[in-house]
């Protein structure tokens, strides 16, 4: 029962005649009538809003997909691949396609230097304050090693004064005085061999006592160029990694058997097919669901939640459209192996597609991106899609900003019609009471009256 303030005992004067169950009946017809229509509408706003939303990530993606297929750099996209078992490459998209061969001699390496054996890492190596020169790459580092040095201070000394070129570490062995200080250059190549000297400051001593060694005599690897050949062609570097043979190609030397070793550089044409087989999914989920919110079924006689409006009709129209059409050099999707049925639904010939890039690759780029003068296929699908969908003022957000402002209409329209309703009904049960006082009185006047007649008629016998 709707709460009607401060009557509370309507029903009473006129036996139950007037009743608030009448004012409920009665509102409730009023609000099937006027509130029940607006709550629909408002349902539909919302439905509406809400697969508008879904249309628009769905054009948003396959806008996506588009921005590759819309520039002609996507044929610019490379596979590697490596034949032996001495290399690695790598190449960038745009490489030039072709063939190398190579065939390792010999890797870069570091120059490895060890002392003689120590009994342990706190072994003195001097007794005297020495000056230690290390030379690396043609430049020179000198520093003072002091009297009473063990091997392990001398090991972080000579990290900390070579800044990274020359790595020092301990290496135990075995056996008798197991304990040894190596050095190793942190580059690879010739130039990256070391040279050591010493002074104490006392010429008549001979500083080959350092470390009671000669560590140019110590040798344990020598620094190395690579060497290998390159179709043929005898080629040296200082390091293993090679990024200025090939402009794009980065060359990893891993092994020296000397065995030869291919690299094809191909079009990577299944990675095009890739791009457009994504479209094509894109493509079908997106006009599925356009079919399916503005289709109109006789039979049944329902309707999609769009159907009839002039927006989404001419969304899934115009992608369509273009989707279909010519490219300014006169052909289709079709004449690759991209076509539609007469479902609506989009399907690819991966094997003609693949063929057709290899036979023309340039008449696939112009249809699909176009030229520097004329837009192609995918290309002017994209823009469209931008201004349909994606930019701020996209016709999607047109309509999304519309059926904003309808649901606010009807939600003002849906609140100021209560508000009527709630008036209406609040004079009508107060216009109740006051009848309702009116037959008590009246009933009471009756009772009255009938009870005098009863009375005269009883003494008259």
């Known amino acids: 029962m709707a709460d009607y303030g401060s009557l509370s005992t309507l029903g009473l004067g006129s036996s139950g005649a007037l009743n608030y169950d009448i004012i409920d009946k009665l509102r409730q017809v009023d609000e099937d009538a006027q509130i029940k229509p607006l709550d629909s509408q408002l349902e539909d706003m919302q439905n509406k809003q809400t697969e508008l939303a879904k249309i628009t990530t769905m054009t948003a993606s396959l806008k996506s997909s588009l921005f590759e297929l819309s520039d002609s750099v996507l044929f610019?996209?490379?596979?590697?691949?490596?034949?032996?078992?001495?290399?690695?490459?790598f190449v960038e998209d745009g490489t030039k396609a072709q063939q190398i061969d190579i065939s390792v001699k010999s890797l870069a390496r570091e120059d490895i230097k060890q002392t003689k054996g120590?009994?342990?890492?706190?072994?003195?190596?001097?007794?005297?304050?020495?000056?230690?020169?290390?030379?690396?790459?043609?430049?020179?580092?000198?520093?003072?090693?002091a009297a009473?040095?063990?091997?392990?201070?001398?090991?972080?000394?000579i990290n900390e004064q070579m800044g990274g070129s020359v790595e020092a570490t301990i290496l135990?062995?075995?056996?008798?005085?197991?304990?040894?200080?190596?050095?190793?250059?942190?580059?690879?190549?010739?130039?990256?061999?070391?040279?050591?000297?010493?002074?104490?400051?006392?010429?008549?001593?001979?500083?080959?006592?350092?470390?009671?060694?000669?560590?140019?005599?110590?040798?344990?690897?020598?620094?190395?160029?690579a060497l290998f050949t390159y179709n043929g062609i005898d080629i040296t570097r200082s390091s293993n990694t090679i990024d200025d043979l090939v402009v794009g190609m980065t060359l990893t030397l891993k092994g020296e058997s000397g065995a030869a070793n291919r690299i094809d550089i191909t079009q990577d044409n299944e990675a095009i097919a890739d791009k457009v087989e994504e479209f094509v999914n894109q493509y079908n989920e997106l006009m599925s669901e356009l079919s399916a919110v503005t289709k109109y079924d006789?039979?049944?006689?329902?309707?999609?939640?769009?159907?009839?409006d002039s927006t989404i009709v001419s969304l899934k129209l115009t992608i369509s459209q273009l989707s279909m059409g010519l490219a300014p050099n006169g052909h289709g999707l079709a004449d690759f192996g991209i076509e539609v049925n007469r479902d609506g639904v989009m399907s690819l010939d991966r094997d003609r597609l693949i063929s057709s890039i290899e036979n023309d690759q340039e008449l696939v780029s112009n249809t699909f991106a176009g030229t520097d003068s004329e837009p192609g296929i995918?290309?002017?699908?994209?823009?469209?899609?931008?201004?349909?969908?994606?930019?701020?003022?996209?016709?999607?957000?047109?309509?999304d900003e519309s059926?904003?402002?309808?649901?606010?209409?009807?939600?003002?329209?849906?609140e100021r019609t209560l508000a009527s309703l709630d008036n209406k009904y609040e004079i009508m049960a107060q216009k109740f009471a006051a009848y309702d006082a009116m037959i008590g009185k009246l009933n009471a006047s009756f009772q009255s009256l009938q009870s005098m007649i009863d009375a005269q008629a009883n003494s008259s016998n």
């Open 76 to 89: 610019a996209k490379r596979s590697v691949e490596v034949t032996g078992s001495d290399i690695e490459a």
């Open 118 to 145: 120590f009994a342990a890492d706190t072994s003195v190596v001097t007794t005297v304050d020495t000056d230690m020169a290390i030379d690396i790459g043609g430049e020179s580092t000198t520093f003072t090693v």
């Open 148 to 157: 009473g040095t063990t091997l392990a201070e001398l090991k972080d000394l």
């Open 172 to 225: 135990n062995t075995g056996g008798t005085d197991p304990y040894r200080l190596v050095l190793k250059s942190t580059q690879t190549g010739a130039d990256q061999a070391m040279s050591f000297s010493f002074d104490d400051g006392d010429p008549n001593t001979a500083n080959d006592d350092f470390l009671d060694l000669t560590l140019a005599s110590a040798n344990v690897q020598d620094a190395a160029d």
């Open 298 to 308: 006789p039979e049944s006689k329902t309707a999609g939640i769009f159907q009839g």
């Open 378 to 399: 995918f290309a002017s699908l994209k823009d469209y899609l931008s201004t349909a969908a994606t930019d701020s003022d996209s016709m999607l957000s047109g309509l």
């Open 403 to 414: 059926l904003r402002e309808r649901e606010k209409a009807l939600e003002l329209r849906r």
